[in-house]
T-cell receptor
């Protein structure tokens, strides 16, 4: 089962630009997490934001959470070609981690 | 951070045979492990939740007799794809939860995945 949708499905930007990805979900959550996956590889945990938090930063990453709208966004600032990957949100609900549909990000050098 | 390993990383098998995939938590004890599958260019779909010493809980639409899960110890869970068919070809990823880290949150670690190809 999938929790919700991410948009855009694909995003292509120039190196140095910011990238914003959005995630919507359907149920109540304990926390929401963002992961990155390079093609054909495993997952890398990026950031976790708890249900009572509204914003969190980690390096070039900024995550917001709006529980009233059941949505979250991931902002990557000053993007680099190495940021090219698929990004997934995942909601921790009922002690299971359910993933969104993902955004494929391409950062052109 | 904690490490979760999977073996094998890649496997090719013939249609009708069974394949076993192992998932190990290397430096922590995982009372709960999860199995996901991922088709190309798609997201991870949760297949089942595995608790040590008890039967796995399968997500809707996942055949428990086809995907046998055994969580025999706190560091090992196995997924056996029985009577595999080409449509079972996929990327299988396991995940393990570590101890409570506060306010009901757990740290969850993912294995590197196993690519199964059924010919």
């Amino acid at each position: 089962s999938q929790q919700g949708e991410e948009d855009p499905q694909a995003l292509s930007i120039q190196e140095g630009e910011n990238a914003t990805m959005n995630c919507s979900y359907k149920t109540s959550i304990n926390n929401l997490q963002w992961y990155r996956q390079n093609s054909g590889r495993g997952l890398v945990h990026l950031i976790l934001i708890r249900s009572n938090e509204r914003e969190k930063h980690s390096g070039r990453l900024r995550v917001t959470l709006d529980t009233s709208k059941k949505s979250s966004s991931l902002l990557i600032t000053a993007s680099r070609a190495a940021d090219t990957a698929s990004y997934f949100c995942a909601v921790d609900s009922s002690y299971k981690l359910i993933f969104g549909s993902g955004t494929r990000l391409l950062v052109r050098p | 951070g904690a490490v979760v390993s999977q073996h094998p990383s890649r496997v090719i098998c013939k249609s009708g045979t069974s394949v076993k995939i192992e998932c190990r938590s290397l430096d922590f004890q995982a009372t709960t492990m999860f199995w996901y599958r991922q088709f190309p260019k798609q997201s991870l779909m949760l297949m089942a939740t595995s608790n040590e010493g008890s039967k796995a809980t399968y997500e809707q639409g996942v055949e428990k007799d086809k995907f046998l899960i055994n969580h025999a110890s706190l560091t090992l869970s196995t997924l056996t794809v029985t009577s595999a068919h080409p449509e079972d070809s996929s990327f299988y990823i396991c995940s393990a939860r570590d101890v409570l880290i506060g306010r009901g949150d757990y740290e969850q670690y993912f294995g590197p995945g196993t690519r199964l190809t059924v010919t």
